[in-house]
């Protein structure tokens, strides 16, 4: 079975600084997809980024970009220029590629601070 | 093109009582998904649809669940009895394609069973 682990519960960031959340994976598929989300408190679910797994140049959209390194199932995104409204719990998930399930891991929540 | 619209946003009712929740994905999408977050489990699938049909029920707890598909723009998730347990936020989902397409995500709503 495929799982998602964020090992960091909380972090925070100065506004206008670079803050990475990390992500790995576990899986023995070859086909599939990884996601990072943003759930700010108005609740809704807010894709931010997506990374093919057979592609090897990271994904990058904006002031968010990825280091996917598959060999060792990681899948961090990194945050540049923080600002304020990036405050959110953010979530990667495993998209299975034969499934289409997407398997969540249990979240970070970010806090920018001014 | 408007979002994935579910409602109501909020819903308060007491145990035994039958709780319907209701889904208007994407047009065009052909995959939707019924998720349910809570404090402890995080985001949970609980069945998903292609073409209107249940493709994967694996992750709806018990018989008191039910969830159904009568057309392309409508789904219902039913809880029958409901019980104080069963209190999170549910959200559905739409895709185009089952797995390289990202998910998009609803308000979800917010249930408290008292």
């Known amino acids: 079975a495929q799982t998602v682990t964020q090992s960091q519960p909380e972090m925070s960031v100065q506004d206008a600084e670079t803050v990475t959340l990390s992500c790995t994976y576990d899986?023995?598929?070859?086909?599939?997809?990884l996601f990072w989300y943003k759930q700010p408190p108005s609740r809704q679910m807010i894709l931010v980024i997506r990374?093919?797994?057979?592609?090897?140049q990271n994904a990058t959209e904006n002031r968010f970009s990825v280091n996917f390194q598959k060999a060792a199932k990681s899948f961090s995104l990194k945050i540049s220029d923080s600002q304020l409204g990036d405050t959110a719990m953010y979530f990667c998930?495993?998209?299975?590629?034969?499934?289409?399930?997407?398997?969540f891991g249990q979240g970070t929540t970010l806090q920018v601070k001014p | 093109d408007a979002g994935v619209i579910q409602s109501p946003r909020h819903e308060v009712t007491e145990m035994g009582q039958e709780v319907t929740l209701r889904c208007k994905p994407i047009s065009g999408h052909d995959y939707l998904f019924w998720y349910r977050q809570t404090m402890m489990r995080g985001l949970e699938l609980l069945i998903y649809?292609?073409?209107?049909?249940?493709?994967?029920d694996s992750g709806m707890p018990e018989d008191r669940f039910s969830a159904k598909m009568p057309n392309a723009s409508f789904s219902t998730l039913k809880i029958q009895p409901s019980e104080p347990r069963d209190s999170a936020v549910y959200f559905c989902a739409s895709s185009a394609q089952l797995s390289n397409q990202p998910q998009h995500f609803g308000d979800g709503t917010r249930l408290s069973i008292l």
């Open positions: 899986t023995s598929e070859n086909n599939y997809y």
């Open positions: 998930a495993y998209g299975s590629g034969n499934t289409g399930k997407l398997i």
């Open positions: 649809f292609n073409n209107n049909v249940p493709i994967d």
């Open positions: 990374q093919e797994a057979y592609k090897q």
